[in-house]
């Protein structure tokens, strides 16, 4: 069970169908590189490189085109892989279909998978998954955005498979999770395998709830949990494990992270242990007797915290408003002719990242209303829109996205 397509990716590609697609063009390319002391062989799907497969050696770095825009894929690694009889390699770990090396399209089980979805619905979603099981550590570090990190590779905690269908002489090196290792029928995993591959009557988030596993299942999660930052350890890890950033984005994929240091350095663009980095781009537009707050959403962030003070850098340290789910927020019940100062802060479940840039906002009766997003707008209403003026040129109802300065179809500056 690939997690792609398996477990885990039922939710996440249910989510993205949701979102959509957009027209197949070139997305960016993908760097990989082998931190660890020993060969691996890479395989992927689609097959965009040497047909899916080739070995790469200690140190070694390859670059290629990725897969593209609006398809989901994945790259894995494979060791000691040999001639096969059937002819594709075997493998102790990443086994593969194909001709030889090459994958031509068949995907693996039981390893770490760093997976990308370009473009679904305007962004792309990439993670690094250990659901099914994990051979080597990695990271992900996109051209933009943040990077899930790890560092050394734990001890098995669960069982370590047989190679691949009892074909390879040496034992399989691929820690597997509860999930595989139910499937494949191992005690105590196999007396409850629905709950361990979250399917049937754990088949959602709700269900589904590692923090309620007992050990050894519970064991798997919270031991890769505590070496990694920001990566999947089981099926609905989303909140931890799932990551969004700009379209089409480049990435850099490495194996066996924490040596030579690689771990800590490759993290530099989260805002640090894995919480959001900081929004960007506050706006404060005054209306009356309120403040339309606006923000670009922050790597990472879950949900938002807003801040408020009467002066410039005096904000307190207690939000106004938490768990705040969109990038836009109207802040009512204010005095007119007060300043208003403000900040906000992403939050998700490694806590809350650092403060946006300030804003600020002196509310006043009977001036022009602040645009604000959802609201049926007719031809030649007035708004505005931090400290400039627009009106309507067609009737519409606005969206976030469409905010006036960003719609000259929509709004023109002035009265």
């Given at each position: 069970?690939?997690?792609?397509?398996?477990?885990?990716?039922?939710?996440?590609?249910?989510?993205?169908?949701?979102?959509?697609?957009?027209?197949?063009?070139?997305?960016?390319?993908?760097?990989?590189?082998?931190?660890?002391?020993?060969?691996?062989?890479?395989?992927?799907?689609?097959?965009?490189?040497?047909?899916?497969?080739?070995?790469?050696?200690?140190?070694?770095?390859?670059?290629?085109?990725?897969?593209?825009?609006?398809?989901?894929?994945?790259?894995?690694?494979?060791?000691?892989?040999?001639?096969?009889?059937?002819?594709?390699?075997?493998?102790?770990?990443?086994?593969?279909?194909?001709?030889?090396?090459?994958?031509?399209?068949?995907?693996?089980?039981?390893?770490?998978?760093?997976?990308?979805?370009?473009?679904?619905?305007?962004?792309?979603?990439?993670?690094?998954?250990?659901?099914?099981?994990?051979?080597?550590?990695?990271?992900?570090?996109?051209?933009?955005?943040?990077?899930?990190?790890?560092?050394?590779?734990?001890?098995?905690?669960?069982?370590l498979n047989d190679g691949y269908n009892g074909v390879y002489v040496a034992n399989g090196?691929?820690?597997?999770?509860?999930?595989?290792?139910?499937?494949?029928?191992?005690?105590?995993?196999?007396?409850?395998?629905?709950?361990?591959?979250?399917?049937?009557?754990?088949?959602?988030?709700?269900?589904?709830?590692?923090?309620?596993?007992?050990?050894?299942?519970?064991?798997?999660?919270?031991?890769?949990?505590?070496?990694?930052?920001?990566?999947?350890?089981?099926?609905?890890?989303?909140?931890?494990?799932?990551?969004?950033?700009?379209?089409?984005?480049?990435?850099?994929?490495?194996?066996?992270?924490?040596?030579?240091?690689?771990?800590?350095?490759?993290?530099?663009?989260?805002?640090?242990?894995?919480?959001?980095?900081?929004?960007?781009?506050?706006?404060?537009?005054?209306?009356?007797?309120?403040?339309?707050?606006?923000?670009?959403?922050?790597?990472?962030?879950?949900?938002?915290?807003?801040?408020?003070?009467?002066?410039?850098?005096?904000?307190?340290?207690?939000?106004?408003?938490?768990?705040?789910?969109?990038?836009?927020?109207?802040?009512?019940?204010?005095?007119?002719?007060?300043?208003?100062?403000?900040?906000?802060?992403?939050?998700?479940?490694?806590?809350?990242?650092?403060?946006?840039?300030?804003?600020?906002?002196?509310?006043?009766?009977?001036?022009?209303?602040?645009?604000?997003?959802?609201?049926?707008?007719?031809?030649?209403?007035?708004?505005?829109?931090?400290?400039?003026?627009?009106?309507?040129?067609?009737?519409?109802?606005?969206?976030?996205?469409?905010?006036?300065?960003?719609?000259?179809?929509?709004?023109?500056?002035?009265?």
């Amino acid at each position: 069970m690939s997690t792609m397509f398996g477990a885990k990716t039922c939710a996440l590609l249910t989510a993205l169908v949701a979102l959509g697609t957009t027209q197949a063009v070139q997305a960016g390319t993908i760097t990989v590189k082998n931190n660890c002391s020993y060969q691996i062989a890479i395989g992927m799907y689609p097959p965009v490189y040497n047909s899916g497969g080739a070995f790469l050696g200690a140190g070694a770095t390859i670059s290629f085109a990725a897969w593209a825009s609006g398809t989901g894929g994945r790259l894995w690694s494979r060791h000691n892989c040999v001639a096969g009889p059937q002819g594709f390699d075997i493998c102790s770990s990443g086994t593969c279909g194909g001709t030889g090396i090459s994958c031509n399209g068949t995907t693996a089980a039981g390893v770490t998978e760093a997976e990308i979805n370009f473009n679904a619905g305007g962004a792309d979603w990439y993670d690094i998954s250990y659901v099914d099981g994990y051979n080597d550590m990695a990271n992900i570090t996109p051209s933009v955005g943040f990077a899930p990190t790890a560092t050394s590779k734990p001890a098995c905690a669960t069982v370590l498979n047989d190679g691949y269908n009892g074909v390879y002489v040496a034992n399989g090196d691929s820690c597997q999770s509860p999930c595989n290792a139910a499937n494949q029928g191992v005690v105590p995993y196999n007396s409850n395998t629905d709950r361990w591959c979250c399917h049937n009557a754990y088949g959602t988030s709700a269900t589904c709830n590692e923090g309620s596993w007992p050990a050894p299942e519970s064991t798997y999660v919270n031991t890769l949990h505590s070496v990694t930052n920001g990566e999947y350890t089981y099926a609905y890890d989303d909140n931890i494990g799932l990551h969004q950033t700009t379209a089409n984005s480049s990435y850099t994929i490495t194996f066996c992270p924490s040596t030579s240091g690689s771990a800590s350095s490759s993290s530099s663009s989260s805002s640090g242990g894995g919480v959001p980095a900081p929004p960007s781009g506050l706006t404060a537009t005054a209306g009356n007797a309120q403040v339309v707050l606006s923000w670009t959403a922050a790597v990472g962030a879950n949900t938002y915290n807003i801040y408020r003070g009467t002066a410039a850098g005096a904000e307190s340290g207690t939000a106004i408003a938490t768990n705040v789910g969109s990038t836009t927020y109207t802040n009512t019940g204010l005095t007119n002719g007060t300043h208003y100062y403000y900040k906000v802060a992403g939050v998700n479940s490694y806590g809350t990242g650092t403060m946006s840039n300030e804003a600020n906002a002196t509310p006043a009766a009977g001036g022009v209303p602040a645009w604000v997003a959802g609201h049926a707008y007719a031809i030649g209403n007035d708004v505005m829109y931090g400290s400039t003026e627009y009106h309507c040129l067609q009737a519409h109802t606005s969206e976030v996205g469409w905010e006036p300065p960003n719609a000259p179809a929509l709004w023109g500056v002035g009265p």
